[in-house]
């Protein structure tokens, strides 16, 4: 008895998502939404990657004049950033080469090469080079990855 009135239940929730949702017009989204949210955004991938590439130059920069590994806390914070722009960069071109035809599958192929090339980056850091600092390296990788969350916020 119980199944059977789940199963009527979930009969109703599917006919009412079956029916049919008319989009806003352009005057009913300004209302709800404001003017702002609907003009495109300045920000384009690739600023994005520029501010990565800006955020790991001044993260390295500051981790080798005041850390306490120098140079090799420096180096350790740009492999981090770079473990972050250089695959962000292959992936803004590739939407920038696609441009004329867009679509949700190279949408999907390419943030799936952007994290392979991100772990194979990491990977290569992490056994090529001996004077690793894991700190600065994490730090720079997280900064250079929260860059898209300011950039968002410009809009």
Known sequence: MVVRDLRDEWDDNARDEDEAVDPLSRAEAVKLLGERALRPSRMTPGKVVVAQVIVTLLSALAWSMFAQGGMASGW?????????????????????????????????????????????????????????????????????????WVALAIR
């Open 76 to 148: 350790s914070a740009f492999f981090g950033g770079m473990a972050c722009f250089v695959p962000s960069g292959f992936f803004a071109l590739r939407l920038y080469v696609s441009r004329k035809q867009p679509s949700v599958g190279g949408l999907v192929a390419g943030e799936a090469i952007k994290i392979f090339g991100t772990v194979a980056l990491l990977v290569l850091v992490i056994v090529l080079y001996r004077d690793l600092h894991w700190v600065p390296l994490l730090v720079t990788f997280l900064l250079a990855l929260k860059t898209y």
